[in-house]
């Protein structure tokens, strides 16, 4: 059974950086493509980021430019850096991932097999 735990949610300022990370245990990292979704209060989950078992990465609109995944399979981590934070970006952060994923859905939450828990980024003054 594959568990997926992310960290390093909190509160920022605008224009601040903040660095997620979603460890996988149970399996192998390198097994799995692996995602970035959000969600605030309301509305569904929203694609964020992927990056492929091969390394290759794609991004959600709102994100592209500011935001950057990678992934270190020695140490079955993921990670989202998030630059130039705007309010806009507040909402729970979910890290998913899937040894199966046809790419033409990855950014359908539904395409994910396995789900962390979810970290709340804040981006207030």
């Known amino acids: 059974q594959v568990q997926l735990v992310e960290s390093g949610g909190g509160l920022v300022q605008p224009g601040e950086s903040l660095t997620l990370s979603c460890t996988i245990s149970?399996?192998?990292?390198?097994?799995?493509?692996m995602g970035w979704f959000r969600q605030v209060p309301g509305k569904e989950r929203e694609f964020v980021a992927h990056?492929?078992?091969?390394?290759?990465?794609y991004y959600g609109d709102a994100v592209k430019g500011r935001f950057t995944i990678s992934r270190d399979n020695t140490k079955n981590t993921g990670y989202l850096q998030m630059n130039s934070l705007t309010p806009e970006d507040t909402a729970v952060y979910y890290c998913?991932?899937?040894?199966?994923?046809?790419?033409?859905?990855?950014?359908?939450?539904?395409?994910?097999?396995?789900w962390g828990q979810g970290t709340q980024v804040t981006v207030s003054s």
């Open positions: 998913a991932a899937d040894a199966n994923l046809i790419i033409t859905t990855l950014r359908l939450a539904s395409a994910y097999k396995n």
């Open positions: 149970g399996h192998t990292s390198s097994r799995y493509d």
């Open positions: 990056i492929r078992r091969g390394g290759y990465k």
